[in-house]
Nanobody
Framework: QVQLVESGGGLVQPGGSLRLSCTAS????????LAWYRQAPGKQRELIAT???????TTRDSVRGQFTISRDNAKNTVYLQMNNLKPEDSAVYYC??????WGQGTQVTVSS
């Protein structure tokens, strides 16, 4: 069973950057599609970005050019680089694997 552990969240000022990491256990990481979601208080969880096993990516329209997903199969890790952060980006960010496994989430708060 794959387990996912996110890190890298925190408090950042508007305009700042964060890089989230999600490290997976298990030997199937390199052949698994991965994704980042976020959920703000009172809102539904929404898909932010996906990356296939071969590195093809998709990004939500509202954050395209602002957020970038990438992966390092040697480290069993997927990343979400977030730039020019805005207060509306505040949410709990979740990592998801193609096997249907979720991480525990990491809080991102954008505030001055």
């Amino acid at each position: 069973q794959v387990q996912l552990v996110e890190s890298g969240g925190g408090l950042v000022q508007p305009g700042g950057s964060l890089r989230l990491s999600c490290t997976a256990s298990g030997s199937t990481f390199s052949v698994t599609a991965l994704a980042w979601y976020r959920q703000a208080p009172g809102k539904q969880r929404e898909l932010i970005a996906t990356i296939t096993a071969t590195g093809s990516t998709t990004t939500r329209d509202s954050v395209r050019g602002q957020f970038t997903i990438s992966r390092d199969n040697a480290k069993n890790t997927v990343y979400l680089q977030m730039n020019n952060l805005k207060p509306e980006d505040s949410a709990v960010y979740y990592c998801w694997s193609g096997g249907g496994v979720w991480g525990q989430g990491t809080q991102v708060t954008v505030s001055s």
